[in-house]
């Protein structure tokens, strides 16, 4: 029998809604996505962090709001620097961690209206990570 579920678009769909950009702890950055989001800031990126991060352990995130949404969110509920969002902000919700934890599936979708629910594990771990290899693919390697 053939999977009902074949394709990224099969299980999401993004509605620009911003429920990525609120909660969930913040979101890392990379040494790459500093410097790009620092370009399209005109920003000095050696104090990106400083600025615009807070720590997370060893690793930078953005610093979120009183509101806990990302500062790159807008009160018109748009991306401010979506031309160079994160690395993390480009994949979501087909992160790594999904395929070691497809149960984290339903928990991301509850808080993501694009996401559909109730995906069997099976189909699930085959999109999630046939996107994470096309994206490999796709998007430069950041440190």
Not at 7 to 26: H, K, N, Y
Not at 108 to 126: F, N, Q, V, Y
Request: proline residues 8%; negative net charge.
């Amino acid at each position: 029998m053939d999977a009902e579920y074949k394709t990224p678009e099969d299980i999401f769909s993004c509605r620009q809604c911003g429920c990525c950009c609120t909660g969930f702890g913040g979101t890392y950055v990379t040494d790459s996505d500093i410097v790009r989001i620092s370009a399209y800031i005109l920003a000095d990126p050696d104090n990106f962090v400083t600025s615009y991060c807070d720590m997370a352990g060893s690793r930078p995130v953005l610093t979120q709001g009183p509101d806990e949404q990302c500062i790159f969110f807008d009160a018109q509920k748009q991306c401010t620097i979506h031309p160079v969002k994160p690395r993390m902000c480009r994949a979501w919700p087909f992160l790594e961690t999904l395929v070691k934890n497809p149960e984290n599936w339903d928990a991301m979708a509850s808080a993501c209206p694009g996401m559909k629910p109730h995906i069997p594990r099976e189909d699930l771990i085959r999109i999630v990570s046939r996107e994470i290899n096309n994206r490999r693919s796709a998007i430069p390697a950041d440190n």
